[in-house]
């Protein structure tokens, strides 16, 4: 089944211009294996698929109208939900067992903010990929229409939800990088 949903990710994100989401969750699915080996296909068939919903919306319906944009609990909890549905829906539609989709659910509703062992395995392989693959990207399209101010808050939130301490250390150099990163592009945005 893991097969299937990474090319349903792939022909999803396949219409953008820009490959980051595409690298950002099969990054997710590697650290979530190589954190822990023995994770089972939900788990990897979560992480490759945790961000689903923004291959099926504009980029400026991302945050519109929300406080603290990328961050706001009421955008998180909806981008959790709306992922969860469009990857239960497709398992669904491929026939899988009704405890994959239902497992699969559960992980990518707690992707953002963890939970149980493996909700937490999940978000942190989460933060490693987006740490290790989508600064640049992130400061050169969010930086100009945020600011500064909350891509730090988003860089700081990304590494600090990280409870698994090898994860951790395995961030923290991406981590220190994200944050030069934004000092040299700060004068711009």
Known sequence: MFSAVERFVEDSFGKQDDPHYIIHLKRTAYWAKRLDP??????LIAAISHDIERAFMAPSDLCEGLKDGFLDPVYLARHQQR?????SGFLQLKGASPDLVARVRTLVSKHEEGGSEAQNLLRDADSLSFLENN???????EGPSVGKGLIKRKFDWMYQR?????????????YIQALRCLDEEGESI
């Open 162 to 174: 990280i409870s698994s301490p090898v994860a951790r250390e395995i961030a923290k150099k991406w």
């Open 135 to 141: 600064i640049t990207h992130f400061v050169a399209a």
């Open 83 to 87: 992922s969860a549905e469009i990857i």
């Open 38 to 43: 023995a994770c089972d296909e939900a788990v």
